[in-house]
Structure formats: structure tokens, C-alpha cells
């Protein structure tokens, strides 16, 4: 059962246009939804999150956008950039027993070409 | 701040030996590290969460006995796979929780384990 639905798995993109990868989630416990780009055989990074008290958020290229009723959530890369290819994980994240348990989407191959 | 180290960043070990894998929050001390696990084109599955001083709760479906995690102090934390076997071959993630952080975690670089 995946908790955390993630698509497209992958995508191709022109320098400088808009990456958009989605993502949707059934727990309603759920209350931090992070974003990670991660670079072959490395770990991932963390780039930008949300809580679901706000619709969007924007740190520079990116933006996270939220729509808690339809529990859903994107992520946009503004201008892509060939240095922007990677895989990202959009994840969801709920307390348990004092920490975060966070779920992890299936992943999104992004590749920017020039 | 907040960097996580791991180490090594890659072994190869003969099956049925044992393999440890370090993970050490560099400049903050971290109540909890998480260990996951991550094959090819997939995304990173919870293999287990490790408090300092406890015993760690390993996810439905991992073997307590063959990946042997313990978590010393607030700043190391350590995955031993023991009598490794070619699908033990992944690539293994720890994750670290800063004391007193509410939300986000640091991850490591990773290690690639490969078994022969």
C-alpha cells in the first residue's frame, strides 16, 4: 500500500521551462510534507517543505503548492536548469512516538535538456 | 550545519561476512537516526529507527537479527549487516534528527554495498 502516490516517475524537460512533479497522500495525520533532490549515488537533500496550514511556498526556482481538502501536493521548478536533474522524492511525515516517520513517494527521474 | 557523515561511501564484501556501516551527525547531536534502505529506481524504504541509549524498532518485514543496529551516543549510530548475501546488495541511508528540531531531518551521503 503506498501511502504517498508520486507521478510521473519520469520526466523530460527544455532548459528553462516548468518541471511540475505531483504528488497525493490518504493519511490525514499527516503534517510535514518535504521535498528531496538526490543526485546519483548520494543521499538525499533536503529542498523545500511544508506544512499544511499554507498553500504555497516559494524559496527561489521552487515552489510547493498544497491543496490540503484534495490532499494533495506539487512541487515546480521554475526556469529548469540542466543542473537541476535528479531524481526527487516528494515524502510525508507524521509524528510518531516523539519523532517524524516520514513516507517516501516512489520517486521522480527529472532530466532537464538543453 | 546540521551534516551527517557516512561511512564508508562504498564496500564490496564477500558473502557471509559481516559489514558495519557508520553514521555520525557531525555538528549536532541527534536523538534519533533512522536507517533505510534504497534499491535501484526505487525510493528509500524505513528499515529502522534508533534512539540514543534504546533499542531500535526496526519496520515490518526487516530482520531484527541481520541488520544489527546500535545507536551509542547522540552523535554515532551504526548498521552492522551480518552474514551478508548478494541481495543484501543495496544502497543504505541513515538519516538524522537534531535534539529538540521538531520537523526535517539531514540524511548521509549513503554507502553501496555490494556482496559477492
Same mark, same amino acid.
Given at each position: 500500500q503506498q501511502q504517498v502516490k508520486q507521478s510521473p516517475q519520469s520526466l523530460i524537460v527544455q532548459k528553462g521551462g516548468i518541471s511540475i512533479i505531483n504528488c497525493a497522500y490518504e493519511?490525514?495525520?499527516?503534517d510535514y510534507f518535504p521535498w528531496y533532490q538526490q543526485f546519483p549515488g548520494k543521499g538525499p537533500a533536503l529542498l523545500i517543505a511544508i506544512r499544511p496550514d499554507v498553500s504555497e511556498k516559494k524559496e527561489g526556482r521552487f515552489t510547493i503548492s498544497f491543496n490540503k481538502s484534495a490532499k494533495q501536493f506539487s512541487l515546480h521548478i521554475m526556469?529548469?536548469?540542466?543542473?537541476?536533474s535528479a531524481t526527487y522524492f516528494c515524502a510525508a511525515a507524521q509524528n510518531s512516538g516523539g519523532y517524524q516517520k516520514v513516507t517516501f513517494g516512489i520517486g521522480t527521474k527529472l532530466q532537464v535538456i538543453p | 550545519g546540521a551534516v551527517v557523515s557516512q561511512h564508508p561511501s562504498w564496500v564490496i564484501c564477500k558473502s557471509g561476512t559481516s559489514v558495519k556501516i557508520e553514521c555520525r551527525s557531525l555538528d549536532f547531536q541527534a536523538t534519533t537516526m533512522f536507517w533505510y534502505r534504497q534499491f535501484p529506481k526505487q525510493s528509500l524504504m524505513l528499515m529502522a529507527t534508533s534512539n540514543e541509549g534504546s533499542k531500535a524498532t526496526y519496520e515490518q518485514g526487516v530482520e531484527k537479527d541481520k541488520f544489527l543496529i546500535n545507536h551509542? !551516543?547522540?552523535?554515532l549510530s551504526t548498521l552492522t549487516v551480518t552474514?551478508?548475501?548478494?541481495?543484501? !546488495?543495496s544502497f543504505y541511508i541513515c538519516s538524522a534528527r537534531k535534539v529538540g528540531a521538531a520537523y526535517g531531518y539531514t540524511f548521509g551521503s549513503g554507502t553501496r554495498l555490494t556482496v559477492v
Amino acid at each position: 500500500q503506498q501511502q504517498v502516490k508520486q507521478s510521473p516517475q519520469s520526466l523530460i524537460v527544455q532548459k528553462g521551462g516548468i518541471s511540475i512533479i505531483n504528488c497525493a497522500y490518504e493519511n490525514t495525520a499527516f503534517d510535514y510534507f518535504p521535498w528531496y533532490q538526490q543526485f546519483p549515488g548520494k543521499g538525499p537533500a533536503l529542498l523545500i517543505a511544508i506544512r499544511p496550514d499554507v498553500s504555497e511556498k516559494k524559496e527561489g526556482r521552487f515552489t510547493i503548492s498544497f491543496n490540503k481538502s484534495a490532499k494533495q501536493f506539487s512541487l515546480h521548478i521554475m526556469d529548469s536548469q540542466p543542473g537541476d536533474s535528479a531524481t526527487y522524492f516528494c515524502a510525508a511525515a507524521q509524528n510518531s512516538g516523539g519523532y517524524q516517520k516520514v513516507t517516501f513517494g516512489i520517486g521522480t527521474k527529472l532530466q532537464v535538456i538543453p | 550545519g546540521a551534516v551527517v557523515s557516512q561511512h564508508p561511501s562504498w564496500v564490496i564484501c564477500k558473502s557471509g561476512t559481516s559489514v558495519k556501516i557508520e553514521c555520525r551527525s557531525l555538528d549536532f547531536q541527534a536523538t534519533t537516526m533512522f536507517w533505510y534502505r534504497q534499491f535501484p529506481k526505487q525510493s528509500l524504504m524505513l528499515m529502522a529507527t534508533s534512539n540514543e541509549g534504546s533499542k531500535a524498532t526496526y519496520e515490518q518485514g526487516v530482520e531484527k537479527d541481520k541488520f544489527l543496529i546500535n545507536h551509542a !551516543s547522540l552523535t554515532l549510530s551504526t548498521l552492522t549487516v551480518t552474514s551478508a548475501h548478494p541481495e543484501d !546488495s543495496s544502497f543504505y541511508i541513515c538519516s538524522a534528527r537534531k535534539v529538540g528540531a521538531a520537523y526535517g531531518y539531514t540524511f548521509g551521503s549513503g554507502t553501496r554495498l555490494t556482496v559477492v
